[in-house]
Nanobody
């Protein structure tokens, strides 16, 4: 199973960015999928999760700003990020749980003016 994250880049404060994670398996075969991030010098932080039944939950730090979703036809996991601020700068990782755990390679998001 492979996960390939993309969509990172440089964005100004207050801007938006959409991350995608392409899965090599049907996304509905995952018990859950999630997004994490890791800023320089900090531990990896869980951000958002979507369960197999579509239920979502979010960390307080991103609730109301980030939205996790799946595109079943494209086998992708997405993260829509709005109202970005410099504290959101990090490498973002997608994760999939099929009993075994899988990680994407990470995509850099930099929020700066």
């Amino acid at each position: 199973v492979q996960l390939q994250a993309s969509g990172g880049g440089l964005v100004q404060p207050g801007g938006s960015l959409r991350l995608s994670c392409a899965a090599s398996r049907n996304v509905l075969t995952f018990k859950s999928m999630a997004w994490y991030r890791q800023a320089t010098g900090k531990e990896r932080e869980w951000l958002a999760r979507i369960a197999a039944n579509g239920q979502t939950d979010y960390a307080d730090s991103v609730k109301g700003r980030f939205t996790i979703s799946r595109d079943i036809a494209k086998n992708t996991l997405n993260l829509q990020m709005n109202s970005l601020n410099p504290e959101d700068t990090a490498v973002y990782y997608c994760h999939g749980n099929r009993g075994a755990h899988y990680w994407g390679q990470g995509t850099q998001v930099t929020v700066s003016s």
